[in-house]
């Protein structure tokens, strides 16, 4: 069964910055758009930023759009989300995700491969 592995996640205080990566054991993310999503506690499971596969473009949440960046390294067969500006309302575990074929956008179900979530809490 394929599974992504996400690390980089933390404590880090109010205004500080994270990133965590995405890792594809055994299998390559060149092909498919990969996704960030968020879920806090008691909340939806929220897309926050996705990026194709074909020409790198990319889509972020309005509550996160020019604080997080997301990245891919194919050589590394890697996915990043740079994280800045970190606020309280930011805390979650973070998930990321591939895509059913090309699909690109956030729609949850449309992401058939997903890893196991990293704990991000933004604190003082």
């Known amino acids: 069964q394929l599974q992504l592995v996400e690390s980089g996640g933390g404590l880090v205080q109010p205004g500080g910055s994270l990133r965590l990566s995405c890792a594809a054991p055994g299998f390559t993310l060149d092909y498919n758009t990969i996704a960030w999503f968020r879920q806090a506690p008691g909340k939806e499971r929220e897309g926050i930023a996705c990026i194709s596969a074909s020409d790198g473009s990319t889509y972020y949440g309005d509550s996160v759009k020019g604080r997080f960046i997301i990245s891919r390294a194919n050589a590394k067969n890697t996915v990043y989300l740079q994280m800045n500006s970190l606020k309280p309302e930011d805390t979650a575990v973070y998930y990321c995700?591939?895509?059913?074929?090309?699909?690109?956008?956030?729609?949850?179900?449309?992401?058939?491969?997903w890893g196991q979530g990293t704990q991000v809490t933004v604190s003082s």
């Open positions: 995700a591939r895509s059913r074929g090309s699909y690109y956008g956030q729609a949850g179900y449309q992401y058939d491969v």
